[in-house]
């Protein structure tokens, strides 16, 4: 045994050394063989690569020019599910063999740029800045006075509470407060927009960083970076940050590359890691993580088929990376699947327009061209890229039924620009809209993303489709067709066929998942231009792809009027006054909302507030009957109710009536549910005489088993990345 253990460590060590050799490492677990003064990889084991060429010297199709083969004949050689290593056209002191440093650096530059106008003043004014500055400074207040999950957020809504953390996403709230912890800002109205501009810097940081990781695995270091940097930048991303101010949205697009990454391996080693990422992406966003999980199956039986494991091994490791995120987000999923139903999402529509599905698909009205001019020719000029990238699908090599397929999604990409025919294609598909106006600006911004966004995908793809070419590749185009479909008008039908679609709130979300399937496109480009010289069979040329990049960014900046945040960065201070929660149409009950809306100063069908009292306690009030009252809190979910009435009466507190809220009456400890005001604030009846009455807003089974489920699932985690790492330790050791 002694011996045997001597000699894997030999072999080890040799291996290491071959590592350092070659820049372009891959997989521990892959065989490596050198063809024509190149080392290629393959994932196939001898055993699975039965059939293939055998032969001591062969000649080898690549997909562009065939190569002079000097293999092990014990090797099996399948060009198809090769990936070149190392070339002697980059040796590792070439530029693309720098120091990894240097290129998270640069990475680290990019990210300060993107987010400068963040770093100086706060999060961007956006259309969800103020609801999130609101809610992101009474999270502070309730998390650092011992709260560690505030779910009511008692003083919200001018001091009447709300109940929107049952529902709402939690991940970029904790972050944010734990930065409010280092207390860099000082106490004033900006301080809360000032910590989220830090937590947008760090995302987009964190995102340029996980697609590096993810492109590491496939490409060299130069296109990695390169790839990551324009999938920080892409036009989705910055509408994200800068016009809609979608801090969920913009940390899931830290957690999607890495869920890629794990998926290109799917080793059952990685089940804890792919968990706790899939828990990670829930509660970042839910809504974006249920059109992630399709894309990620997806991607795990399509790219996985690369690995030596088989099918039944890449469907239990992908189940069970579902199954343990499920499991460790279930303190955030679980209340929100169990109270569902006491927000109701249909009234958002009802009382504001604003939010109807069908309003926001990729389409264009005819008044969507009022503006500035230079917006009409940048739509002009998306046309046009769109037209420039058909001529390169029609000469492109490759499969004729993935040319024909790109074709057909740019063509209808390029009809959703025609204005007032997506539209008519809306409202013949039966979806209730009341009309189609957007707020200035955001369908002509959205078409213009669009076209660029698939358009640089497709052309990125027509540079590497060839035979032989990555599986993955074709995996990452598929998907970026199909998200864009989804955002067209002409899926209408399908978004009207299936009611559950209708969570998503808005088709554009799809957005986010073309841009990170486009971006593994865009670095496989890179790649491919870094590596190999033009030639017939390398079109577009390297200088076209370079160009569209560039093309495609400054598209993005100039079709969200990013220029603007730089030009006069400002921010969205925090004014109680002015800020109530735009979600209490969905908790309160509609027979009151319209007075509970005059309490607030506002209608439910408007988004302005006008300045009214805010409360800054709790306080109660005899409705009917006479005596006294006070009111203690305990906790932000208890409070104690004193009452000396002179008779039978009724009290009526200034928070939100909510169905969890009970009442626990002594000595006897009774619980009696309380009823809803006519305002819809709470409404307790009272009996003659002193009595202390316990008010407290239940913490029902799912809190309590979404936390102990949590919990035990993170154990599982744990415990699985430690048998695995004990396992490796063993093997690697030669210990039986």
């Known amino acids: 045994k002694a011996a045997i253990r001597g000699c894997r460590r030999v072999e080890r060590d040799a291996e290491r050394e071959s590592r350092r050799d070659c820049q372009f490492s891959t997989c521990r677990h892959c065989p490596r063989v050198r063809i024509g003064g190149a080392v290629w990889t393959s994932p196939l084991t001898p055993a699975q690569s039965s059939g293939f060429c055998r032969k001591g010297e062969d000649e080898l199709d690549m997909g562009d020019a065939s190569v002079r083969a000097q293999s092990d004949p014990s090797h099996d050689v399948r060009p198809s599910y090769m990936t070149p290593l190392c070339t002697s056209h980059f040796r590792p002191d070439s ?62 809504n001018k001091g009447y509470g709300s109940p929107t953390f049952f529902i709402q996403y939690p991940l970029p709230y904790f972050i944010t407060a734990l930065l409010h912890g280092t207390a860099v800002f000082p106490s004033s109205a900006y301080r809360e927009a000032r910590e989220l501009g830090i937590f947008c810097f760090l995302v987009i940081l964190a995102a340029g960083f996980a697609a590096r990781f993810w492109f590491r695995k496939r490409f060299n270091s ?49 089940i804890g890691v792919l968990g706790l990422l899939v828990a990670l992406l829930i509660v970042s966003n839910l809504l974006i993580a249920c059109l992630f999980v399709p894309v990620m199956i997806l991607y795990s039986l399509g790219a996985g ?118 539209p008519r294609v809306i409202r013949a598909s039966g979806l209730q809209v009341s009309g189609f106006d957007t707020p200035q600006g955001f369908s002509r911004g959205l078409v213009i993303t669009v076209l660029f966004t698939i358009g640089l995908g497709f052309l990125s793809y027509c540079r590497t489709s060839r035979v032989g070419a990555d599986w993955r590749n074709t995996v990452l185009l598929a998907i970026a067709s199909g998200a864009l479909f989804f955002m067209l008008p002409w899926s209408a039908p399908v978004w009207k066929a299936i009611p ?75 004014d109680e006054e002015a800020y109530v929660d735009i979600n209490y149409r969905m908790y309160v009950a509609p027979s009151h909302i319209t007075a509970f809306s005059e309490m607030l100063g506002t209608d439910p069908g408007s988004f302005q507030i006008n300045p009214t009292q805010v409360h800054d306690a709790v306080q109660a009030k005899f409705v009917k009957g006479q005596g006294t009252v006070n009111v203690r809190r305990v906790g932000f979910r208890d409070f104690i109710v004193s009452v000396d009435s002179s008779g039978d009466g009724l009290l009526e507190l200034n928070q939100v009536y909510f169905p969890l809220w009970k009442l626990v009456a002594a000595p006897h400890r009774n619980t009696v549910t309380v009823e809803s005001s006519a305002e819809g604030l ?26 102990v489920v949590t919990a035990t699932s993170l154990l599982a985690v744990g415990a699985l990345c430690w048998f695995f790492r004990v396992r490796r330790h063993a093997n690697e050791n030669g210990v039986v």
């Open 500 to 574: 559950a679609l209708a969570t998503i709130q808005f088709p554009f979300r799809n957005g986010a998942v073309l841009s990170v399937a486009v971006a593994g496109l865009v670095a496989a480009a890179i790649d491919d231009t870094l590596r190999k010289p033009d030639d017939a069979n390398r079109q577009p040329p390297r200088f076209i792809v370079a160009i569209a990049i560039m093309v495609t960014l400054c598209a993005g900046v100039v079709a969200w009027r990013i220029d603007s945040n730089f030009r006069h960065p400002r921010t969205v201070p925090l």
């Open 95 to 156: 530029l693309l063999a720098s120091n990894s440093l240097v290129h998270h650096l640069l990475i680290l530059f990019i990210a300060v740029l993107v987010c400068l106008p963040c770093l100086l003043t706060g999060i961007p004014p956006g259309y969800d800045s103020p609801t999130h500055v609101s809610y992101q400074h009474h999270f502070n207040q309730q998390f650092w006075k011992g709260e560690f999950y505030p779910r009511w957020l008692v003083d919200a």
């Open 222 to 270: 130069a296109a990695s970076t390169l790839g990551a940097i324009v999938y920080m930048a892409l036009p989705y991303v910055l509408a994200c940050l800068y016009t809609r101010a979608a801090i969920g949205e913009l940390a899931a697009f830290v957690w999607m590359p890495l869920i890629f990454a794990m998926c290109d391996s799917l080793e059952p080693r990685l």
């Open 682 to 707: 709470i409404e307790i009846p009272v009996t003659a005489g002193k009595q202390d009455l316990n008010l407290v807003l239940e913490r029902g089974w799912p809190e309590r088993y979404g936390f």
């Open 305 to 422: 088929a690369l690995t030596p494991r088989s099918l039944t091994c890449r469907v239990a490791v992908a189940f069970g990376g579902l199954v343990l995120g499920v499991g460790v987000s279930a303190i955030y999923l679980l209340p929100l699947l169990v109270y569902r139903h006491l927000f109701d999402v249909s009234q958002m529509q009802a009382n504001l327009p604003g939010f109807e599905l069908g309003r926001y698909f990729v389409f264009l009205t005819s008044s969507s061209f009022a503006g500035p001019k230079a917006l009409e020719g940048v739509l002009i000029g998306s046309l046009g890229f769109a037209f420039l990238v058909a001529g390169y699908i029609w000469h492109a090599t490759g499969s004729m039924k993935l040319r024909a397929g790109m074709a057909i999604i740019l063509g209808l990409g390029t009809l959703a620009a025609i204005p007032d025919l997506g």
